[in-house]
């Protein structure tokens, strides 16, 4: 099981890497768009591979059934909108059906590789060369896109494109927050946690995402604060800010345009991404009757005639899957939660322990504020957490 645990670690790792390397055009855009499918095919040789034990009800857990209501509306929402709704295409040539086709398999593919990697017992050595060579070599292609300041440089990546990618930061953080928080991971409890946390914060700084940095900022300041005392907590928090302070002196870069954009510095009547997402939230409210059931991909188009103006924020669910789907991943939201503080999840010291509730705090917040459907951290984390959360309790002997 061990030679197994490594092999699908190492798939994980290579899938998470080829689409960094989209953004520095080392790899196939349209590929590495498919690329996470492979981890359905890596779920069925791990069931295959699981011992069989006997079934019976009473030892279906709340996080099973969570799991099967989440899988069942990924699967039957797309071919019930099939039967009743007319096939649509926006004015980006996308096809309503084959948008949701998309979208099912590709959060279906997340949340199963998250549900493989919940019963790995801990990282192995291996695993963990490899996570740290994938760090260094993320951090090595970022540093060649830094034009004068610590930021990268989207317009300029995408000028050494030969197609039509217009590269942004949405392409490059959300599979480099699976290598960022595992190497936080791993040395979270250890003698050199400071130095990977300044690590970690500046490359979320780096990527230049606004959500993905506040959320970053504030998923250490929670963690820190359930595990610390409330002394302890306030000191850490001044030596950040003294660490931050140092940081922007240093290199200077309170005129930079990449920083003034995350920091608001116009404000955000002048920002337009902020006053895009206020106008398609309105929309939201609109579409709500329509959506309600099994939600109504073709609103966006019959509105927008685009299927990307979907709400940047969990209420995405609602609008593509309807109430159902929606309700679930709330309680699902809840009973994680709810489950992490009762058994004190948080306290453990495993490395992937840590990191189930890291990414959890960051995925959640992410989707609460500003990232949407189709971010495949939170879907991972929540396949991750349902099935880790289970068996943490039976080696425990909570039940």
Known sequence: MRLFNNIVFYIFL??????????????????????PLVFIVVYFFFIIFLPK??????SVSQGVLISFLILSNFILIPVL????????????????????????SLCISWFLIGIVL??????????????????AFSVY????????????????????????LKVHHLLLTEPLTFIIFLSLSIFYNTKIKWLFLFLFLFLFLSLGGRTAFFCAILTILIYEFV?????????????????????????????????????????????????????????????????????????????NNDLGSY?????????????????VTIYAIYYITKMIFRYKIYHRKNALDVFGVLMFVYATLSLLTGKALLFGPFWFVLGFLLFRIKILIKEDNYV
């Not at 034990?53 to 009473?58: A, G, I, L, N, V």
């Open 227 to 303: 595990i610390s005392g409330t002394l302890s907590f306030f000191s850490k928090i001044l030596f950040s800010a003294s660490i931050i302070i140092i940081f922007f002196t240093i290199f200077n870069i309170s005129d930079n345009m990449f920083f003034d954009k995350i920091f608001f510095k116009g404000g955000l009547d002048s920002d337009e991404s902020a006053q895009a997402r206020i106008d398609l939230l309105l929309d939201f409210s609109e579409g709500f009757f329509q959506q309600f059931v099994i939600g109504y991909p073709n609103f966006l188009i019959e509105k």
């Open 118 to 135: 919940s019963h790995i017992r801990e990282i192995s050595s291996l695993s963990i060369y490899g996570i740290l060579f994938s760090l």
């Open 141 to 164: 292609l970022m540093s060649t896109s830094f034009i004068g300041n610590p930021f990268v440089d989207y317009y300029y990546l995408s000028s050494l494109r030969s197609d039509d």
């Open 14 to 35: 290579l899938v998470i890497m080829l689409k960094v390397s989209v953004t520095f055009n080392l790899f196939d855009n349209a590929l590495s768009v498919v690329l």
């Open 81 to 104: 909108q099939i039967l009743l709704f007319d096939n649509l295409v926006d004015g980006l040539g996308r096809s309503s059906n084959s948008y949701m086709f998309v979208i099912s």
């Open 53 to 58: 034990r006997k079934f019976d009800f009473e």
């Open 311 to 327: 709400s940047h924020n969990i209420l995405s669910i609602f609008q593509f899957y309807g109430f159902t789907l929606f309700a």
